[in-house]
Every structure is written in C-alpha cells, then in structure tokens.
C-alpha cells in the first residue's frame, strides 16, 4: 500500500513521537504506584503533579481542580450522574443539546429512567445553541446545563462564554464536553464561567484511555468511582501513571503550538471546502462557515450514500468519516444532521474530513481530486441522479 492521508482526527490521533517517549520510562523503570512511599513510587507521584499542572495551565485553572479519568466518555457520564445526584435536593432539570456526543446523550436517557427531565435544545441551521431557547428553558428546577464546546461531527463552536454568563447568573452548573475544542481553541475556564469540563488525551496527540474532568473548587460532586483515595478521594483506582504523563505532555504541546497550528489547519479547511463546493455540484456544507472547529470539515453529496463514499476513498488510501457515524450497523442518519434539518437522504450522503498539523496541501488536491472522481463514478451509477437529470432536461426541453 501507497501513503495513507489520514483525515479522520475528530474520531482519534495519532500518539505524538515526544508523548510516547516522555511516557515509557513510566512502563519500563519509574513503574512505582504513586500511593506507596519508596522512591520510585516518588517519582511517579511527581510525574503526576507536573502533568497535572501542564493540563490546568491551558485551560487557567487551579491543578487541584483537574480529576484524571479514563477518558472524555467517563469524564461526562461523571459530570451529569453526579451532579444528578448531588443537587437532587435543589431539582431534577437539565438541559443539553440535541446534538451531544452519545456519551452526553446516553447518559441524559439513563437519567431520565431514575426520575431526571431533560431538555433536549435544538441547533439552528448552522448547529449553533440559540441563547434565548436556552434562557426560555430554565426553570427554578434547573441543576445543570451540560453544552459541547465544539461538535465532533459538523465543528460547530457554541457561544460557551454567553452560555457560562448566563449559568452563573441564574445560579446553575454549567458542564462542557470539551473533548474535541480543549488544544484546539484557547479555553479559560474563569473567563467562561465552566464548572465542569471534559476532556480526552486521545483526541490532542496523547495517549487513549485517559481524560480528565475539571471541576470547580465548590461544586458539590461526589465520587464516581469508589475504592482507594487517590483523585482526592473523588475518583478511586491506581493511577494510569504512563498515560497522564503522556496527557500533560500532549497538552503543553498542543498549547504551545496551538495558534501556529490551527492557523494552517484552518487555511487548508477553508481550501479544501471552497474547492469541493465549488468543483463539485449538489454539494452543502455542514455547520458553521466561521464558528469551526480549525480541521473540520464536513460536507453533504446529493444521490450518493456517505458509506459507499468511503470505502472507495479508503481503496485509494485516505482514511475518513461519513458525517452519518452509522456506528455499531446502525442505519440511522446522524442525530447532528438531522438536528440541523438535513433531511435523511441528504444526512445519508455526508462526509467528515478532519485534518491534523501534518495534513499538506498535496494530500489535500489529491483527496480533492479523489472525492471528485469517485463522486462522479457514484452517481453515475445513482438511480436517483439519473431520474433528476432526466427532469431537469425535460425542464429544459420544454
Ligand atoms: C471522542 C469524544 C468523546 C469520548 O471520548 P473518549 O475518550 O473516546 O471516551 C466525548 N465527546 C466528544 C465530543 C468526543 O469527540
């Protein structure tokens, strides 16, 4: 096989080569648990505080407010079953999005089975939250407001500073699912007003199978998972000492390269989509043109089917998404798509293309020049295509 362009890193990243190194010499040598008191448990305990202190850098919060999980979908399910729980005497309201990765989602469906009302907000066309839908939501009953910072699949970047004022004025939690916007847009959680957030490794050049959720100092949760004390006694279990080495490493690292970083990543995206909409006809974007996440890109094909789309772009080597993540067989369009009013037969024929730092502007014309052939092939072969350009030249016979 060729070269693989890889553009698939809203689904996970490739481990950077200076995360992996500073990581193994916790398997191979200082492979101590930090709970016990000889040296080299020692120095697996620093390793954590440092790790610890990278990560509440980017994000201008207190270290001891940095909780380290197994990874953005634990860091989630903790935030919302917790706060459930721990403000139960207050209410059982929150309010969420329609358009949430399913680790929000799932867990908001499982509440809902032990007595919790949610409120599920629409997106407008773009997949952006409306501010006065939310206001009109809130009820003296309202616990938390759990909104993504960036969508996974369409990019889109919700308005979280509006959102946290307003969470903070009416005296609710306000949680964030920042697994796809943390490293990739500047996040203060003081300026935001964010009471919780989360994160994952994976998704920024670390390691997968670990994640962190920030909570703020006053914010009434209790433990997720009990046993031992580690995680202040909030999240019980020996340490993943390797991999939250390896997350405070790709943390600085995405924060340091960040502006250089995302300024090319952005002008690449911007390309590739004016290109595609413009070479290749019945085509739409998906989400926000500006409020975007700096790799994504997501674009609807007419008459074609997303699945078929990207199998023929993996014959030639690149490794994408249909914007529909059909996980698991399931037929069902994405629930972003059609929260953002794609009808099924538009939503079926998506696809995501997300970029990293190493993304060139040759993979980008050749993966152009693929999906414009392949394309072409497919609806050559599309009933549907086939019966619409008969209409239009009756149209334009008559
Ligand atoms: C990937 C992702 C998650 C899940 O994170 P894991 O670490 O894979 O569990 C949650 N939310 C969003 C927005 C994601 O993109």
């Known amino acids: 096989m060729g070269k693989m362009i890889y553009l698939d890193n809203a689904a996970t990243t490739k481990t950077a080569p200076e995360v992996v190194e500073a990581m193994l010499p916790y398997f191979s040598e200082n492979y101590g648990n930090p709970s016990s008191i000889y040296e080299i448990a020692g120095r697996s305990k620093e390793a954590i505080t440092e790790a610890r202190e990278q990560i509440a850098?980017?994000?201008?919060?207190?270290?001891?407010?940095?909780?380290?999980?197994?990874?953005?979908?634990?860091?989630?399910?903790?935030?919302?079953?917790?706060?459930f729980e721990a403000y139960s005497s207050k209410g059982n309201h929150i309010i969420t999005t329609k358009i949430e990765h399913h680790a929000i989602l799932h867990t908001c469906e499982y509440l809902e089975k032990r007595g919790a009302k949610i409120t599920y907000l629409d997106v407008d066309q773009n997949g952006i939250v409306k501010m006065e839908e939310l206001e009109k939501a809130i009820t003296p009953e309202t616990i938390l407001i759990s909104i993504m910072f960036a969508n996974n699949e369409i990019g889109s970047i919700q308005p979280v500073r509006e959102i946290g004022m307003l969470a903070r004025e009416h005296g609710i939690l306000f949680h964030t699912d920042a697994v796809q916007a943390f490293g990739q847009v500047p996040i203060d959680v003081d300026?935001?007003?964010?009471?919780?957030?989360?994160?994952?490794?994976?998704?920024?050049?670390?390691?997968?199978?670990?994640?962190?959720?920030y909570i703020r100092k006053g914010v009434k949760i209790r433990s997720f998972i009990h046993g031992g004390a580690q995680e202040r006694k909030r999240r019980a279990g020996t340490e993943n000492v390797p991999g939250i080495v390896g997350y405070g490493v790709a943390a600085a690292r995405a924060a340091e390269?960040?502006?250089?970083?995302?300024?090319?990543?952005?002008?690449?995206?911007?390309?590739?989509?004016?290109?595609?909409?413009?070479?290749?006809?019945?085509?739409?974007?998906?989400?926000?043109?500006?409020?975007?996440?700096?790799?994504?890109?997501?674009?609807?094909?007419?008459?074609?089917?997303?699945?078929?789309?990207?199998?023929?772009?993996?014959?030639?080597?690149?490794?994408?998404?249909?914007?529909?993540?059909?996980?698991?067989?399931?037929?069902?369009?994405?629930?972003?798509?059609?929260?953002?009013?794609?009808?099924?037969?538009?939503?079926?024929?998506?696809?995501?293309?997300?970029?990293?730092?190493?993304?060139?502007?040759?993979?980008?014309?050749f993966v152009i020049e693929k999906i414009k052939e392949i394309v072409a092939r497919l609806r050559s072969m599309s009933p549907l295509y086939e019966d619409h350009m008969k209409k239009l030249a009756k149209a334009s016979g008559k």
């Open 257 to 365: 390269t960040m502006e250089e970083r995302t300024g090319k990543e952005a002008e690449l995206r911007d390309y590739m989509i004016r290109r595609i909409l413009e070479e290749v006809p019945y085509t739409r974007l998906n989400g926000d043109p500006k409020k975007r996440l700096p790799n994504n890109i997501n674009i609807s094909f007419q008459f074609i089917e997303g699945e078929s789309l990207l199998i023929m772009l993996d014959m030639e080597g690149i490794a994408a998404s249909s914007g529909s993540a059909c996980t698991s067989g399931s037929l069902d369009p994405s629930h972003v798509l059609l929260a953002i009013g794609l009808p099924h037969e538009i939503a079926h024929g998506s696809l995501r293309l997300t970029l990293s730092e190493e993304t060139t502007k040759e993979d980008a014309d």
């Open 191 to 213: 300026a935001l007003n964010i009471d919780m957030l989360s994160s994952s490794a994976h998704k920024i050049n670390g390691p997968k199978g670990i994640g962190f959720l």
């Open 57 to 83: 850098k980017v994000l201008g919060a207190n270290s001891r407010d940095i909780y380290f999980t197994a990874g953005g979908s634990e860091s989630d399910n903790w935030a919302l079953k917790a706060a």
